[in-house]
């Protein structure tokens, strides 16, 4: 079993940045591919990035690429996701997850996830 606790969400003007942080325990952290996840009021959930278990490999939605930054620390068991030149349509609830198996954009392929973090980008 993985717990994951997201953090650094808030609210921020367009063009400002944040950073998010999502904390595992309970397994070997380095074991798991993590991803980001968002899901905006009356939409589906959505990829945002992955990156896998040693940090080597990362993807980004197009939505995202170039102004989002996926990283981790295995060694505080934590992954990170850098948020700069925020949009408005960037506003939602961001999940990190954990794969065991599996580094890529399905978000059914997620083993465990954590409760979400609220984003809010004002215009």
């Known amino acids: 079993q993985v717990q994951l606790v997201e953090s650094g969400g808030g609210l921020v003007q367009a063009g400002g940045s944040l950073r998010l942080s999502c904390t595992a325990s309970?397994?070997?952290?380095?074991?798991?591919?993590m991803g980001w996840f968002r899901q905006a009021p009356g939409k589906e959930r959505e990829f945002v990035a992955t990156?896998?278990?040693?940090?080597?490999?990362?993807l980004y939605a197009d939505s995202v690429k170039g102004r989002f930054t996926i990283s981790r620390d295995n060694a505080k068991n934590t992954v990170y996701l850098q948020m700069n030149s925020l949009k408005p349509e960037d506003t939602a609830v961001y999940y990190c997850?954990?794969?065991?198996?599996?580094?890529?954009?399905?978000?059914?392929?997620?083993?465990?996830w954590g409760q979400g973090t609220q984003v809010t980008v004002s215009s």
């Open positions: 997850a954990a794969s065991r198996r599996y580094h890529g954009t399905n978000m059914n392929a997620y083993d465990y």
């Open positions: 309970g397994r070997t952290f380095n074991n798991y591919a």
């Open positions: 990156i896998s278990w040693t940090g080597s490999s990362t």
